[in-house]
């Protein structure tokens, strides 16, 4: 994913994933929120593997998703409603140094 014109004093991006369909899962990153160090006002989102808590790079789970049972996981959970076209978006989130939010965008990602 690539992000630009973020605000100065971004220090990470995170992004929080979300499944609008399933209401357990539906908000404040429902699927997992994944943070990414940045600096200056564009950067490149690594892609990250699903249901893991250690990421390749610099990527951080800031919160697993929250899926119960088989879907329970230490990382993000990527889409997966067995092909019942969920509609899934992400709010990508501009943090400076000190945890704040600078600014903030709905992304929407597609149906599963």
Not at 48 to 73: D, E, H, M, N
């Amino acid at each position: 994913m690539q992000v630009s014109n973020l605000p100065g004093g971004t220090s990470w991006v995170y992004v929080e994933y979300n499944d609008r369909d399933y209401r357990p899962l539906s908000k404040n990153g429902g699927h997992g929120v994944i943070g990414y160090p940045v600096s200056g006002t564009s950067a490149t989102l690594a892609s990250v593997p699903g249901l893991v808590g250690k990421l390749p790079g610099k990527a951080r789970v800031i919160s697993a998703g929250r899926g119960t049972g088989a879907y329970a996981s230490k990382g993000y959970m990527p889409p997966c409603s067995g092909g019942k076209n969920n509609r899934y978006f992400a709010i990508v989130k501009a943090i400076s140094s000190s945890g704040k939010v600078l600014d903030k965008q709905r992304v929407e990602i597609g149906r599963y």
